[in-house]
């Protein structure tokens, strides 16, 4: 790989906006990594598709809700790119419509595990390696939060709009902690997208 090439690792980047996020990274110049926790044929087929365009790109494998993928995940990308310019937090879930006096303990706390701690592993994982206080060279994050987190949606989602008020602090509480080391820190927060995280 070009050394003065910029990379970019997006978690669920197989589908829907990760997807998206890839194709115009990949556009801009950037190598890209595209994580995917199950669907490897949809993650193979954005990766055929970035190199036809004369990109370059590869996928990995790592559920974001479990520490030892998303470590090695990261030394994939190590040994694929050997730097790492850009992350976006974008894996997530939702669930089907229910009351909070309907969701089981295994629902709440499988939504905090992915969308939240898992945002939390890969953000300490992205800041080891972009941080200059770990003699990295800087780098940016973006973290999917949603109009869920301000808008609590009452009788649909109250646990995963709760996970994305986590990331929203998330997302202040490290700008600051690294903003001194090289590292923008932000959020996006979408409104109802159509893409297949709901039926799925």
């Not at 970035?50 to 990995?60: K, P, Q, S, Y």
């Not at 090289?182 to 799925?200: F, M, Q, Y």
Request: some cysteine; proline content about 1%; aromatic content about 4%.
């Amino acid at each position: 790989m070009n050394a003065d090439k910029k990379t970019l690792l997006v978690t669920g980047g197989s589908r829907g906006i990760g997807a998206a996020i890839c194709r115009q990274a990949s556009r801009a110049g950037y190598g890209v990594a595209i994580n995917y926790v199950s669907n490897r044929a949809a993650a193979e087929a954005l990766v055929a598709e970035l190199e036809a365009a004369g990109g370059e790109a590869f996928a990995v494998r790592g559920d974001v809700g479990n520490e030892a993928d998303v470590v090695a995940m990261f030394e994939a990308v190590d040994r694929a790119f050997g730097r790492l310019d850009a992350f976006v937090n974008n894996a997530g879930i939702v669930d089907v419509k229910a009351r909070v006096d309907e969701m089981s303990a295994e629902r709440i706390e499988r939504m905090m595990r992915i969308n939240v701690v898992g945002s939390f592993l890969c953000a300490r994982e992205a800041v080891k390696r972009m941080s200059t206080r770990h003699c990295g060279k800087g780098g940016a994050i973006v973290n999917l939060s949603s109009a869920a987190a301000r808008l609590g949606s009452p009788g649909e989602y109250v646990d995963y709009a709760a996970s994305k008020g986590a990331i929203d602090t998330l997302t202040v509480g490290l700008a600051r902690e690294v903003a001194l080391e090289g590292i923008r820190v932000n959020a996006v927060s979408p409104g109802i997208t159509e893409t297949d995280i709901h039926a799925s």
